[in-house]
């Protein structure tokens, strides 16, 4: 008797495991990812707005939720109104105010005064047929229906040249911008990193995940020193410029995502002068 219930139990074992996983992990959306900027890209197929260095959002018809699926605690009045049309955007304090949006969408109960000062910047409608040049009147058609000033519709305009392109870049990042995107005008929407969207930017970064903390030396002794990390591909690399003291002192935790900078790569597909910004909010 006592064997068999032993084999039931570990028969058990993978539902078990199942159950254990994020509940979030299934649920993530299925987003539009970009691309890096290549210069002579062909930019007259391609709308241009600012990168908002704000936390992905995603309305799925009822609820707000991160890149990673995680659901974001709002007012009620944030989302009042608001119609069963899934939209992709961007949860946005303003320029340079990065941690200010992180802290008040990562709070598990809504800030009611944090969030007077969010927000959301319509760019797709994911569940929207057609091409983005077919999309783009209806998004704007749907955020004025919306009526709220924290609801805004991204602003898209053309340009003509690579100059062009730098010139507007220059005049973002003097205003306090992070840089610029570029959404392909014949593109559907469809989820995964593609050339339909590419970011342009005055430095390259992307993301890897966390995978040891390296002891520090000298006047690092006793804290971090670096964090080994793993790129999407495999690839590891020990990455240890850009962290404040207090970071070193409590730094990201293994198995989460990290943005790092970086300019070039070597001739093994590893990051030149990588330099860490910030633990990806989801």
């Not at 993530?28 to 600012?50: H, I, K, Q």
């Not at 990673?68 to 109104?81: H, I, L, R």
């Not at 969030?115 to 057609?130: A, E, H, N, T, Y």
Request: aromatic share 8%.
């Amino acid at each position: 008797m006592l064997r068999r219930r032993c084999l039931v139990w570990l028969a058990c074992l993978p539902c078990l495991a199942i159950a254990a996983l994020p509940a979030h992990a299934a649920d993530a959306p299925a987003l539009l990812l970009a691309n890096v900027y290549r210069p002579g890209m062909p930019l007259a197929d391609y709308w241009v707005s600012e990168k908002y260095d704000g936390v992905r959002g995603y309305w799925d018809g009822r609820t707000l939720r991160t890149r990673g699926g995680e659901t974001v605690a709002v007012p009620a009045w944030f989302t009042a109104g608001w119609p069963d049309t899934p939209m992709d955007g961007e949860l946005w304090a303003g320029r340079g105010r990065f941690s200010q949006a992180q802290s008040t969408t990562r709070t598990q109960q809504a800030d009611d005064a944090a969030w007077r000062s969010i927000r959301f910047m319509v760019f797709d409608l994911p569940q929207q047929g057609g091409s983005f040049d077919e999309r783009l009147p209806t998004l704007n058609a749907l955020v004025q229906r919306i009526g709220q000033p924290w609801v805004q519709a991204v602003p898209q305009k053309r340009v003509a040249s690579d100059a062009a392109l730098q010139a507007l870049l220059q005049r973002t990042m003097r205003a306090g911008g992070e840089g610029l995107m570029l959404h392909r005008g014949a593109s559907l929407y469809r989820s995964g990193r593609s050339d339909d969207l590419i970011k342009v930017k005055t430095h390259e970064d992307t993301e890897a995940r966390v995978v040891a903390h390296l002891p520090g030396k000298g006047k690092h002794a006793g804290r971090m020193g670096a964090l080994l990390v793993e790129m999407p591909n495999g690839q590891r690399f020990k990455l240890g410029a850009g962290f404040t003291d207090v970071q070193r002192t409590d730094p990201p935790p293994v198995g989460s995502w990290v943005t790092y900078r970086f300019r070039g790569t070597h001739d093994g597909g590893l990051p030149r002068f990588a330099s860490f910004v910030r633990v990806r909010p989801d």
